[in-house]
């Protein structure tokens, strides 16, 4: 079990480095610093280490998402289907197997503090000054860190709107969906961001209605076209309804159901309402004007390429300093930025960030899109390979899904990669270890030997069929 430390009033001790926040920014840091010899304490409010990450985002939205997928594959597969009907599944009954990873990913994560001597204290931070930092625990005992560094790595938090109930039994975030405890048949999610999208994908895998408002006019804007097309295209299949450049007028809520009114005029009756717009940093109620930090209008801090606030030793990373609110850039960034408070020289900033999107199917991309490619004039060519030709696709059954890489047509070097379709967002890291490398050609892909039958197998496919476009 990790060092946790009891808070008792007036207890006082001195570190080198306090972390706030123990999702992957603040883990990432505290290994770093704890591994360059500092005395190290982490803080965090839950009872349990692994922050937002593993309690209420990244963890067990992929784990709900896997048992989804897992019901969807048994009841297409007709040898399965003869077993019985697959009655259907509730979302308390699929949240079951979230809660188990969830646990052990925090066994996991809490295993690292102590192996590393990392104190670790539960209770509300509070910066009293450049080198304190309180702890208050629910009885208002407090505990006193001195520190000679800071990081802030607290995360963020689904931005609520006024106007919205959010204690309403019927009206929930993506922090609370996860307590749903009742059954119903129909949701609506409004935001179509990635948490917007995942989360249809959930629910319309369990069978329910989902109208998925969008804000935008179109799904992910970001996305190369042909994927945006594809992601939109099937949800749509799967029975999702799409409603894109709406904006919510009201909500009303009863007992038994809610309904949204759109300023379009549309009116939109459901058992319930998942509200997947926006996050918020974590920086309210934290102390930060007693050290002269002012985050921005969405609670997020400012940092520059050390990942440094404003103020010389408080660094920050994280949801908390905004793009990208990924688990897989927090947890680099921490470590960036426990990298230059240890006084390493030329540590590179997280930059190049590929895009894992946990939808039914997958999407994953690294570089850079067909329309980026097209405004550059850079004189590009497109490789493609359907899941459908690939034999491993055929043998799990997952023939949904395409690869697609774009090359430059003189010099052959990757310049994009997008995939959508089971497995895409591991598929991706092939593609990105090949940009990233000395030696960036597609040949790569034709003068390697892959495994056989796998999904690597696409790349070759993609190639050759890239290679014939060119003259
Ligand atoms: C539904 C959902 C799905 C997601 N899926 C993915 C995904 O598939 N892949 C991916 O890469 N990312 C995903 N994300 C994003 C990812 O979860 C976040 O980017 C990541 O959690 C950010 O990590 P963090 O270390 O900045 O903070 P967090 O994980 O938010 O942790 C911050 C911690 O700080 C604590 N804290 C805050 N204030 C204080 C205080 N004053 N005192 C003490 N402790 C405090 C909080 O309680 C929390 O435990 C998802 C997010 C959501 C919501």
């Known amino acids: 079990m990790p060092r946790k430390k009891e808070v008792v009033s007036g207890n006082f001790s001195k570190y080198d480095a306090v972390v706030i926040g123990s999702g992957p920014a603040g883990e990432g840091a505290a290994m770093k610093l704890a591994k360059s010899g500092k005395r190290v304490a982490i803080v965090d409010i839950r009872e349990q280490l692994g922050g937002n990450c593993t309690h209420v985002g990244t963890i067990p939205s992929k784990a709900l998402r896997q048992t989804v997928s897992s019901i969807i594959r048994y009841q297409r597969d007709p040898m399965f289907k003869k077993v019985g009907d697959w009655k259907q599944f509730t979302m308390k009954q699929v949240l079951r197997n979230a809660h188990k990873v969830i646990q052990q990913q925090v066994d996991t994560h809490s295993r690292f503090y102590d192996r590393n001597n990392i104190d670790v204290f539960h209770g509300r931070a509070y910066i009293q000054d450049k080198s304190t930092v309180l702890i208050f625990s629910d009885d208002g005992i407090k505990e006193t ?13 689904p931005y609520h709107p006024q106007g919205l109930d959010f204690n309403h039994p019927r009206v929930f975030d993506s922090d609370k969906i996860l307590d749903l405890d009742f059954p119903i048949h129909k949701i609506i999610i409004y935001g179509a961001g990635v948490i917007g999208c995942e989360y249809a994908s959930i629910f319309i895998g369990l069978d329910h209605k989902v109208d998925l408002i969008n804000t935008q006019h179109q799904l992910l804007s970001y996305l190369d076209d042909e994927i945006a097309d594809a992601l939109s295209y099937h949800l749509r299949e799967q029975g999702v309804l799409i409603r894109h450049n709406e904006q919510i007028e009201r909500l009303e809520t009863f007992d038994d159901h ?35 930090i002012t985050p921005n209008s969405r609670g997020q801090l400012a940092v520059n390429d050390q990942y440094q606030t404003e103020v010389e030793n408080v660094y920050a990373a994280g949801d908390v300093i905004g793009w990208p609110s990924l688990a897989s850039a927090a947890y680099d960034q921490g470590r960036c930025a426990g990298s230059n408070m240890s006084g390493e020289k030329d540590v590179k900033p997280v930059k190049d960030i590929p895009t894992g999107i946990y939808t039914i199917p997958e999407i994953s991309f690294f570089g850079k899109t067909e329309s980026q490619l097209t405004a ?3 004189p590009y060519e497109v490789g493609q390979a359907s899941f459908r030709h690939l034999a491993r696709a ?17 010099t052959l070097e990757l310049l994009g990669v997008h995939c959508f379709g089971n497995n895409a967002a591991e598929i991706i890291h ?4 090949v940009m990233q490398s ?14 056989y039958p796998t999904m690597a197998e696409a790349y070759r496919v993609a190639t050759l069929n890239g290679m014939n476009r060119l003259f």
Request: glycine share 12%; proline share 0%; aromatic share 6%.
């Open 258 to 292: 809610v309904v949204m009114h759109l300023q379009s005029g549309k009116k939109i009756k459901a058992d319930a309402i998942l509200w997947c717009n926006g996050r918020s940093g974590n920086t309210d109620g934290l102390g930060l004007e007693n050290v002269g």
């Open 394 to 410: 055929q043998i799990t059954g997952d023939t949904t899904g395409e690869l697609k890489i774009l090359f430059h047509r003189d």
């Open 430 to 433: 092939i593609g990105q270890a």
């Open 438 to 451: 000395g030696n960036n050609t597609i040949k790569y892909f034709v003068e390697t030997t892959f495994n």
């Open 376 to 378: 550059e004039k850079i």
């Open 145 to 157: 860190l001195s520190f000679k560094q800071l990081v802030l790595a607290t995360g963020s938090r």
